[in-house]
């Protein structure tokens, strides 16, 4: 058995190394300047992506950033100018589809964070960040998996949201002390 799930356990970090080779400079960059630019930011995600998605929102609050989990009773309303962040792995799912579709009806900018290169989302959002793992229901040209149905994505989600914070981390000259007061202390 330690063979075999050595051999499983490497296989999947094998992946994983495989997406983060192929994503581009280009697409952190846009991630990185919008995050910076907008003074609130809305998340959307679902299922297991959007664990991913609710940890990156915890994250962004610990830097000091307005964000909000779409899914909280408090979210206030979505306003022009605000960013709208949806995980998406098909890019394509009803929910989310008609979600995205208000923010963008009241003004806000979609940013989108797919491997899919079909879907409606692909179609209406203005930014696209391109995390290329083989997602559940997803087409288009990505790292394939032995995992089960979405995992690749999501785990990819994972490492790649906290890269992201450490990269705004430093960009924004925040200490782990300021994040650390943040950090929700009743617990």
Avoid at 54 to 61: E, G, K, N, P
Avoid at 76 to 85: C, H, K, N, R, S
Avoid at 145 to 159: K, V
Wanted: negative net charge; contains cysteine; proline residues 2%.
């Amino acid at each position: 058995m330690e063979d075999k799930f050595q051999k499983t356990a490497l296989g999947a970090v094998s992946e994983l190394k495989q997406v983060f080779e192929r994503i581009q400079i280009k697409d952190v960059d846009i991630l990185l300047q919008k995050i910076q630019e907008k003074s609130r930011i809305f998340l959307l995600g679902a299922g297991r992506e959007g664990i991913a998605v609710r940890a990156f929102t915890m994250r962004l609050m610990h830097l000091g950033k307005e964000v909000h989990w779409i899914w909280d009773e408090t979210t206030p309303a979505v306003q022009e100018g605000d960013l709208f962040i949806c995980a998406c792995g098909s890019a394509d799912v009803g929910h989310e589809n008609y979600i995205c579709k208000m923010a963008k009806e009241a003004g806000a900018e979609l940013l989108l964070i797919t491997p899919a290169n079909t879907g409606y989302l692909l179609e209406i959002a203005d930014y696209i960040v391109q995390v290329p793992a083989e997602a559940y229901k997803a087409q288009g040209d990505f790292v394939p998996t032995q995992q089960l149905m979405g995992n690749l994505f999501e785990q990819a989600l994972f490492i790649f949201f906290d890269v992201v914070i450490m990269l705004l981390k430093e960009e924004l000259h925040i200490s782990s002390k300021e994040m650390v007061a943040r950090h929700r202390n009743v617990e």
